[in-house]
């Protein structure tokens, strides 16, 4: 059967895109940033997953104030790296998982939450920023993504937007659907988005980390303490995107110690402010069976 033998947590940001694509990342501005994925960088190559479930929002690139699915899940054979404005992110196509994806969907609609399925969908910084940063970036056209992404995005963008406890029991369900999955693979899911930031208004700029690093502390440690911060606590404390972190309660919520196994084991925790207006945390959790 297929199991979950890690999650990977980190923030998104397109700067972070924008300074890989144009050869930036040993500037003084970006090197403590890409030095605190090093060990992230070698570990998913030491770790390689069969399948990543990337949690992820889209930032109304694929989706639009038309259509606002809560949680869509990605069932194509192919993502598109999307035009956000300045042209797609020079990073390759996105392969999905079409049968294990439809498995999910069916499973967790099962279990009673409603997911858009999505056919055909780009993929924005949301998801790229992400795999480029554990993953590396040689040139697109020599290069693969190591394994196949199943995108699932979360709407944190338009409220109302899912509360942290959602996310958590959804990730819960997501385990379940992939343990019922017949084929023996390795799956990672992966939370992404956060930290502390807000890009509009009065607060714009806004970075806090107290906050941030006590929501590492909860993440790591007592998930359902994290998980029961009401989303208006994010928006005070985090700014209006710090709310992005709900989607790592997703990640963490279908990790063994939270469904009846042992605790997971901290491979990885970094934390550094500010890459363009966002605090940037990133953490990597192994399973133990
Ligand atoms: C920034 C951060 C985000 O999460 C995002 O989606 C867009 C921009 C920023 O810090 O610039
Ligand atoms: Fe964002």
Same mark, same amino acid.
């Given at each position: 059967?297929?199991?979950?033998?890690?999650?990977?947590?980190?923030?998104?940001?397109?700067?972070?895109?924008?300074?890989?694509?144009?050869?930036?990342?040993?500037?003084?501005?970006?090197?403590?940033?890409?030095?605190?994925?090093?060990?992230?960088?070698?570990?998913?190559?030491?770790?390689?997953?069969?399948?990543?479930?990337?949690?992820?929002?889209?930032?109304?690139?694929?989706?639009?104030?038309?259509?606002?699915?809560?949680?869509?899940?990605?069932?194509? +054979?192919?993502?598109?790296?999307?035009?956000?404005?300045?042209?797609?992110?020079?990073?390759?196509?996105? *392969?999905?998982? %079409?049968?294990?994806?439809?498995?999910?969907?069916?499973?967790?609609?099962?279990?009673?939450?409603?997911?858009?399925?999505? #056919?055909?969908?780009?993929?924005? *910084?949301?998801?790229?920023?992400?795999?480029?940063?554990?993953?590396?970036? %040689?040139?697109?056209?020599?290069?693969?993504?190591?394994?196949?992404?199943?995108?699932?995005?979360?709407?944190?963008?338009?409220?109302?937007?899912?509360?942290?406890? $959602?996310?958590?029991?959804?990730? @819960?369900?997501? $385990?379940? +659907?992939?343990?019922?999955?017949?084929?023996?693979?390795?799956?990672?899911?992966?939370?992404?988005?956060?930290?502390?930031?807000?890009?509009?208004?009065?607060?714009?700029?806004?970075?806090?980390?107290?906050?941030? #690093?006590?929501?590492?502390?909860?993440?790591?440690?007592?998930?359902?303490?994290?998980?029961?911060?009401?989303?208006?606590?994010?928006?005070?404390?985090?700014?209006?995107?710090?709310?992005?972190?709900?989607?790592?309660?997703?990640? $963490?919520?279908?990790?063994?110690?939270?469904?009846?196994?042992?605790?997971?084991?901290? @491979?990885?925790?970094?934390?550094?402010?500010?890459?363009?207006?966002?605090?940037?945390? *990133?953490?990597?959790?192994?399973?133990?069976?």
């Amino acid at each position: 059967m297929a199991k979950i033998t890690a999650s990977v947590f980190t923030s998104h940001v397109p700067a972070i895109g924008a300074a890989l694509d144009l050869g930036k990342t040993q500037e003084p501005y970006w090197q403590p940033l890409f030095k605190g994925y090093e060990y992230g960088k070698q570990w998913m190559k030491d770790n390689k997953p069969d399948v990543v479930f990337l949690v992820y929002n889209d930032h109304a690139t694929a989706f639009s104030l038309d259509m606002i699915p809560t949680f869509a899940i990605g069932t194509a +054979a192919q993502f598109q790296p999307a035009d956000e404005g300045w042209g797609p992110r020079p990073v390759p196509v996105v *392969h999905g998982h %079409p049968e294990l994806a439809s498995h999910i969907a069916q499973s967790v609609i099962q279990q009673d939450f409603d997911l858009t399925i999505v #056919n055909k969908m780009d993929v924005d *910084h949301g998801l790229t920023v992400p795999l480029s940063l554990m993953c590396g970036q %040689p040139p697109a056209d020599k290069f693969e993504w190591p394994c196949p992404v199943i995108p699932f995005a979360v709407n944190v963008v338009q409220y109302p937007v899912p509360s942290g406890q $959602r996310c958590f029991n959804l990730g @819960k369900a997501i $385990r379940k +659907a992939i343990e019922s999955y017949d084929e023996d693979i390795n799956v990672h899911i992966w939370g992404t988005g956060g930290m502390s930031h807000q890009l509009q208004g009065a607060r714009a700029g806004l970075i806090n980390k107290e906050f941030d #690093n006590a929501f590492l502390d909860k993440l790591i440690s007592d998930p359902q303490a994290a998980a029961d911060t009401p989303h208006i606590d994010y928006v005070r404390d985090a700014g209006s995107e710090g709310i992005e972190l709900v989607m790592w309660l997703i990640a $963490r919520g279908a990790m063994n110690d939270v469904n009846g196994g042992k605790a997971p084991i901290l @491979k990885k925790r970094f934390y550094h402010v500010p890459a363009s207006n966002t605090a940037v945390g *990133h953490v990597i959790l192994e399973n133990q069976f």
